[in-house]
């Protein structure tokens, strides 16, 4: 359980933090993100970012079981996954996050998402561990 609370002190902050930025900046976000996916540089140092997370994270909390541990694992998976994605089919960014822009309740809902596990992570780290 030690690693399990290491790893929610830091991704509870992180999720509260850039959800809650992006949440009350959007469009500001938006524009960066619309620069950002048509910077191939930055889109392939990225991809190298979240693909180094996702292992580092899958390789010493691949945990499935039945309780907020788990959301550490999700989250692991999810920036591997991504890493992968962005680093392999790098052409396919660009037309998906456009679909994202084009949909801003679906990226409000997105980032609430994160921003609730952020939260349960943030509690279990610090308050209940």
Not at 79 to 106: D, E, M, Q, R
Request: hydrophobic share 55%; charged share 5%; with cysteine.
């Amino acid at each position: 359980m030690g690693t399990s609370i290491f790893l929610a002190k830091v991704f509870g902050p992180y999720c509260l933090i850039v959800a809650t930025g992006v949440l009350l900046n959007q469009k500001l976000y938006w524009t960066m993100l619309e620069e950002f996916i048509q910077n191939n540089k930055l889109l392939y140092v990225g991809g190298v970012i979240a693909l180094l997370c996702g292992l580092l994270t899958v390789v010493v909390h691949n945990v499935w079981v039945v309780g907020w541990p788990v959301i550490i694992t999700v989250l692991g998976w999810i920036s591997l996954l991504k890493g992968v994605w962005v680093i392999v089919f790098p052409g396919s960014v660009p037309k998906l996050t456009a679909y994202h822009l084009k949909n801003p309740p679906l990226m409000a809902f997105r980032l609430v998402v994160v921003l609730v596990a952020g939260a349960i992570l943030t509690f279990f780290g610090y308050v209940n561990g």
